[in-house]
Nanobody
């Protein structure tokens, strides 16, 4: 069974840092484009960051300069390092994998999604 499992969420204060992990299982994700998305309370899911199989990275304007996406293919894991967190970063964060077809960095057309991890940033 192919699946993604996020971890690392929690409650932090504004200005703090947090690192999320997304571990894949059931197959290798080394050739997959990977993405992080988030859904703030009462809002639509939105793109956060993505990384291609060649490690090109893409970011939403709202997180550029604060968040860093990376991948470790040996561990089948993708990371999201979040610095200078703001209350508006509060959301459930999801990772996703584009296993087949063309990888479009900010698209929502991913093949496998994790269950999400909650991040709460207090002011």
């Amino acid at each position: 069974q192919v699946q993604l499992v996020e971890s690392g969420g929690g409650l932090v204060q504004a200005g703090d840092s947090l690192s999320l992990s997304c571990a894949g299982s059931g197959r290798s994700f080394s050739s997959a484009g990977m993405g992080w998305f988030r859904q703030p309370p009462g809002k639509e899911r939105e793109f956060v960051a993505s990384i291609s199989r060649t490690s090109n990275t893409y970011y939403a304007d709202s997180v550029k300069g604060r968040f860093t996406i990376s991948r470790d293919n040996a561990k089948n894991t993708v990371y999201l390092r979040m610095n200078s967190l703001k209350p508006e970063d509060t959301a459930v964060y999801y990772c996703a994998a584009k296993l087949w077809g063309i990888f479009v960095p900010a698209s929502f057309e991913y093949d496998v999604w994790g269950q999400g991890t909650r991040v709460t940033v207090s002011s």
